[in-house]
C-alpha cells in the first residue's frame, strides 16, 4: 500500500498514513490538530509544518476528504445545493443519479427531501450530510476529525464504516488531540 502522509520530527519519521489503512494522528493540543487539518485541507504544497512537525503529501493535494465532529454546511442551501458542491463539474443529471445511489446504498439522510434547507438538519443529519459529499468526492483519504470525543464516539463508527465498505482501498485517518478510544480495526497510532 502506498502512503499518503508521512511525518517527521527532527528528521526522524514518527509514522505513515498508508492507502486501505486505518489509523489515528493524535496531536497533543487542539491547536496542532486544527493547524494540521487547515493547512492539509488548503495544501498548496507537498509539506507543511505543524508544532515542529514536518508533514509530507505523498499525493496531490485535494485528495482528502473530512468529516467532523462540527459538521460543515451551508445553511441557506439545499441538501442538493450542498451535496453539489462536492462535485461542481457534474451534469445536472448525473449528480442527481449519483445522490440517489448514494443515499440508497448508505441509508443516509433517509426520507429527508433534497430541497430541505440544511439549516433546518439536526447535528447527525450534517454529519450524513458530510459523509455523502465525502462519498460523491471518493477521496483517497477520509479524515475523521474528533469523532471518537466524548460519549458520541460509538454512534459515529458506523459512518466512516460506511466509507470503508464503498472503497475499501481507501484511507481512514483519524484526527484527535488527547486521550480518546481506539476504534474497532485501527492498524496505526501515530503520536504528534
Request: aromatic share 6%.
Amino acid at each position: 500500500m502506498y502512503p499518503l502522509l508521512e511525518f517527521y520530527r527532527d528528521g526522524q519519521h514518527l509514522g505513515t498514513v498508508r492507502q486501505g489503512s486505518q489509523s489515528l494522528l493524535r496531536f497533543r493540543h487542539a491547536a496542532h490538530c486544527r493547524d494540521f487539518l487547515e493547512q492539509l485541507l488548503a495544501a498548496r504544497r507537498t509539506s507543511f509544518h505543524v508544532d515542529g512537525i514536518d508533514c509530507r503529501l505523498k499525493v496531490a493535494p485535494g485528495l482528502f476528504g473530512l468529516l467532523s465532529a462540527t459538521p460543515t454546511v451551508l445553511g441557506g442551501l439545499s441538501l442538493r445545493d450542498n451535496l453539489g458542491l462536492a462535485v461542481p463539474q457534474e451534469p445536472a443529471d448525473l449528480l442527481d443519479a449519483r445522490i440517489a445511489h448514494a443515499r440508497t446504498v448508505t441509508g443516509l439522510l433517509a426520507g429527508i427531501e433534497l430541497a430541505r434547507r440544511t439549516d433546518s438538519l439536526d447535528w447527525r443529519q450534517r454529519l450524513e450530510l458530510n459523509l455523502l459529499q465525502v462519498w460523491l468526492r471518493a477521496p483517497d483519504c477520509l479524515l475523521c476529525e474528533r469523532l471518537l470525543d466524548g460519549g458520541r464516539g460509538s454512534a459515529l463508527e458506523g459512518l466512516p464504516a460506511l466509507f470503508r465498505q464503498r472503497y475499501p482501498l481507501r484511507a481512514v485517518c483519524y484526527v484527535q488531540h488527547g486521550p480518546a478510544r481506539l476504534p474497532p480495526g485501527l492498524a496505526t497510532v501515530i503520536e504528534l
